[in-house]
C-alpha cells in the first residue's frame, strides 16, 4: 500500500505520516520546501518523540520524498499509483496542490480502484475545497472525476508545537491525537488506518474539535498574551487565565450539547480532556504561536464568532466568548502580519465597517451590538 502525502513539515511528519506509516503504507512526502525534502530523501528514518501521559518514541522508516515543485511528474507518477493522498498543508495551499492531484488522477489506469483523498487541515470540511480545486483543474477528456477519486472529510487534532533547534527531523508531539474520518464516501472499501476513528456523521465531531480545542487554545493563547505570560502551560497555570478559558469551554459545551446533541457527560469530559492538554508542560507551545493570525480566528465561521454568533441566535449572550475575541482584537504581536493587518483595520475603518469586515456580523444580526461595542472600545485605544 501508497500513500501520497503532501506536507512535509511538523504536523505531516508526527502526526499524519506517522499513522499511515503505522497502518503500513509506504509514505511518499511531497513539499516545496527543497532543504526539508533533501534532508528526508538523505534519511534512513526519523524519530516522533510523543510527550505528556505515557510518553513514547516511535521511529518512522520506509518513506520516500519528492519536491512536488521542482520534482512535479515525479509525484504525479506516485499519485497515478497510489492507494491514499493526503494532505496537511494548510487549507489556502490546497489550490496549490489540487492540480498535481488532478493530473495524478488522470494518469492512473482505469483497472485501479479510486484513489482515496482526504484533507487533514484545521478547516471545517477541508477536502471538500480539495475536491473542488481538483475539479476546476481537471481535463473532462480524462473522464468523471468521480470515478477515479473518492474524496472524504477529515477532522484532525494533535498539538504540534514548534520545535527546539538542532531536533532535525524529529518531531515532539503530544501524546493524544484524533483523526475522525467521514466513512460514508468509501462504502465498504473504506482504507484501514487503525489510528483513525470512522464515523458515519461528520459534522458534529468537526464543530466539537473547532469549538473546543481551537477556541480552548486560542482563548488561552489571547488571554495568557495579555497577562504577559509566555507559554501555553504558563497560562493554564494562571487561575485567572484558567478560569476564563472555563468559562467560553463551558459556553461551547452548551452549545455542542443542544445542537448536536452530545450527552453532558461526554462534553464535559472531553472538555476536561482538551485542558489537560493544554497544561502539558513538556509542550514548549507559545501563546505568540498560537496567537498568530487574528484575523481569521475572527471570521464569521471560525472558532469564536462562529460559536458565539449560534449562541446568540438562541438568545443567548456569549459573555465569555466575548471577553475572549475582545483579547483578540489586542493581540498587537509586531511579528505577526495579520496582527498588524488587525491593528490597521481597526485604524481605518469606522467601527461600524470594522466591526463587519473583521467579525462578518451585520446590522441586525442578535450579536452585532456586543461586536460593535468591542471594535468601538479597542478602536479607542488607539
Not at 504525479?76 to 488522477?105: N, Q, W
Not at 472524504?152 to 493524544?176: S, Y
Not at 458534529?204 to 488561552?220: C, D, Q
Request: aromatic fraction near 6%; proline fraction near 5%; include cysteine.
Amino acid at each position: 500500500m501508497k500513500a501520497v502525502h503532501f506536507g512535509a513539515g511538523n504536523i505531516g511528519r508526527g502526526f499524519v505520516g506517522l499513522l499511515l506509516h503505522e497502518a503500513g503504507y509506504e509514505v511518499v512526502f511531497a513539499d516545496v520546501a527543497d532543504a526539508l525534502i533533501s534532508q528526508l530523501a538523505a534519511a534512513d528514518s526519523y524519530e516522533v518523540h510523543e510527550v505528556g501521559e505515557n510518553p513514547a518514541a516511535k521511529t518512522v522508516e520506509g518513506f520516500r520524498a519528492l519536491n512536488s515543485g521542482t520534482q512535479e511528474a515525479a509525484v504525479v507518477e506516485e499519485i497515478s499509483t497510489a492507494d491514499v493522498v493526503t494532505t496537511a498543508v494548510g487549507p489556502h495551499i490546497l489550490k496549490f496542490v489540487a492540480p498535481v492531484i488532478a493530473r495524478g488522477l488522470a494518469a492512473r489506469k482505469a483497472s485501479l480502484p479510486p484513489l482515496q483523498v482526504m484533507a487533514c487541515e484545521n478547516a471545517i470540511n477541508a477536502t471538500d475545497l480539495l475536491r473542488e480545486e481538483v475539479r476546476a483543474a481537471w481535463d473532462d477528456s480524462a473522464g468523471e472525476l468521480d470515478a477515479v477519486a473518492v474524496f472524504a472529510n477529515t477532522a484532525v487534532d494533535r498539538i504540534v508545537p514548534n520545535q527546539a533547534p538542532g531536533q532535525g527531523l524529529d518531531v515532539t508531539v503530544e501524546t493524544f491525537h484524533e483523526w475522525v474520518i467521514d466513512r460514508t464516501p468509501f462504502g465498504v472499501n473504506a482504507p484501514v488506518i487503525p489510528g483513525a476513528t470512522f464515523v458515519d456523521e461528520l459534522g458534529p465531531y468537526i464543530e466539537r474539535k473547532l469549538f473546543t480545542v481551537n477556541t480552548g487554545h486560542a482563548s488561552a493563547a489571547y488571554f495568557g498574551y495579555a497577562a504577559g505570560l509566555e507559554k501555553i502551560s504558563d497560562a493554564m497555570a494562571d487561575p485567572a487565565v484558567a478560569a476564563k478559558v472555563r468559562a467560553v469551554l463551558d459556553e461551547t459545551k452548551a452549545l455542542l450539547v443542544a445542537k448536536h446533541g452530545f450527552a453532558e457527560a461526554e462534553q464535559e469530559a472531553y472538555v476536561q480532556k482538551i485542558l489537560s492538554r493544554f497544561t502539558n508542560p513538556h509542550l514548549p507551545d507559545t501563546v505568540v504561536r498560537v496567537g498568530r493570525a487574528p484575523l481569521r480566528k475572527l471570521s464569521r465561521h471560525e472558532r469564536f464568532v462562529g460559536p458565539a454568533a449560534e449562541l446568540a441566535e438562541r438568545g443567548v449572550t456569549p459573555v465569555a466568548l466575548l471577553g475572549a475575541m475582545s483579547a483578540a482584537l489586542r493581540f498587537d504581536d509586531g511579528a505577526d502580519q495579520e496582527a498588524m493587518e488587525l491593528a490597521e483595520t481597526l485604524a481605518r475603518l469606522d467601527a461600524a465597517e470594522a466591526t463587519e469586515k473583521i467579525t462578518g456580523i451585520g446590522v441586525g444580526h442578535p450579536l452585532y451590538s456586543e461586536l460593535l461595542r468591542l471594535v468601538a472600545e479597542r478602536k479607542a485605544e488607539l
